[in-house]
């Protein structure tokens, strides 16, 4: 009988494993994301830098002059600069975090948002993060967000 219950119980927690490890990597994933916005906040460009992928992907989906819609193509080293130069404004991105899916060393996490600026609100719209795991943690390699002024429930 000692070996039926033993053999359950390894039996259980061989089952229960990929979920454990699962949860491990979304808090994982949720850190690198916070980091990068505790960075921006703070105007530290090695945080920021610290969970990017040093050629990561920026882009956003918006209008363009024309009423069109385009997908705007950012440098990320100007993002860096930009976050690293002083400025008297805290920039300030709240997020919620939708759903994130990990599938081995890749994951994909969706996450909507209001920035503010200095206090003030600015725009808000939704984060799509492509993710990858490195020996160092979990890195972003595409950030691809939208961007409105209005319709911002959170």
């Known amino acids: 009988m000692n070996r039926k219950v033993l053999f359950g119980?390894?039996?259980?927690?061989?089952?229960?494993t990929p979920s454990l490890r699962a949860q491990d990597d979304v808090a994982d994933i949720k850190k690198a994301?916070?980091?990068?916005?505790d960075g921006m906040r703070a105007g530290d460009s090695s945080m920021v830098h610290s969970v990017m992928k040093n050629?990561?992907?920026f882009q956003r989906v918006a209008k363009n002059r024309e009423g069109k819609t385009v997908v705007q193509t950012?440098?990320?080293q100007n993002f860096l600069n930009a976050v690293g130069t002083p400025h008297d404004k805290v920039?300030?991105?709240?997020?919620?975090?939708?759903?994130?899916?990990?599938?081995?060393d890749m994951a994909s996490a969706w996450t909507p948002f209001k920035f503010?600026?200095?206090?003030?609100?600015?725009?808000?719209?939704?984060?799509?993060?492509?993710?990858?795991r490195t020996e160092k943690g979990w890195k972003i390699f595409h950030?691809?967000?939208?961007?409105?002024k209005d319709n911002c429930a959170m």
């Open 9 to 16: 119980a390894l039996f259980g927690l061989f089952l229960l």
């Open 33 to 37: 994301i916070m980091t990068m916005f």
């Open 55 to 57: 050629d990561v992907i």
């Open 74 to 76: 950012s440098v990320f």
């Open 91 to 104: 920039w300030d991105e709240q997020i919620e975090f939708g759903p994130i899916q990990v599938d081995g």
């Open 116 to 132: 503010f600026l200095g206090g003030e609100f600015s725009h808000c719209g939704v984060n799509s993060f492509k993710l990858y």
């Open 143 to 148: 950030l691809v967000d939208t961007s409105r």
